[in-house]
């Protein structure tokens, strides 16, 4: 450098900061808009498929414990009608329920009714009868629709709803907690409520 001769100095622009900002507003940019709605993964229903009757029925899998198959059932005295008395698997004492009277479906014709659906719950366990067990489903739970009321006469608070392939699909939920499927011969006689 001479001596007498100034020199200004320019402020050089700092190319590192300068990238370091644009990349820092493009990200700004990106996180700023609303997300794309995504879809949602479809929720798949494992459903036990049996024929009762003339119709085909699904229960979804997660309250069934098992399907055994019927040899005896003791009848009980007193007990509704739909209550056809109780049977002993593997040492288990359980409640049978059918479910055509339940529903009060018309019987049309002789059932096989060998087959024991075993319904669990937090709160209560029982077996219901089948004609036939057809097999295991995954059913699309959106693929469910709304029951038309004239199915089967079964009230619309126990269904789930219909596919298109016209299996009636059950709320084992509601069924299992059905306080007319609990038998409590003392709230009966002595006319209690909460015995």
Do not use: C, W
Not at 38 to 60: C, K, S
């Amino acid at each position: 450098m001479e001596t007498g001769q100034s020199y200004t100095r320019q402020p050089e622009a700092n190319t590192g900061d300068q990238q370091s900002r644009a990349i820092l507003k493009a990200r700004a940019r990106v996180l700023a808009q609303k997300p794309k709605q995504t879809p949602i993964a479809q929720q798949f229903l494992g459903i036990i498929v049996f024929r009762l009757a003339a119709e085909t029925y699904g229960i979804e899998s997660a309250f069934v414990q098992e399907i055994y198959p019927l040899n005896n059932i003791t009848p009980l005295p007193g007990v509704p009608p739909f209550v056809l008395g109780i049977a002993k698997v593997r040492g288990q004492i359980l409640s049978v329920v059918d479910l055509k009277k339940f529903f009060e479906i018309p019987e049309s014709g002789l059932g096989q009714l060998n087959t024991l659906v075993i319904l669990r719950s937090e709160q209560m366990s029982f077996g219901i009868l089948a004609d036939e067990i057809l097999g295991v489903h995954s059913i699309e739970a959106s693929k469910i629709q709304t029951a038309p009321p004239t199915v089967s006469g079964i009230g619309s608070e126990y269904l789930r709803g219909v596919t298109a392939e016209h299996m009636i699909i059950l709320d084992a939920q509601k069924i299992l907690s059905d306080e007319r499927i609990i038998v409590n011969q003392m709230r009966e006689v002595l006319g209690y409520e909460d015995i």
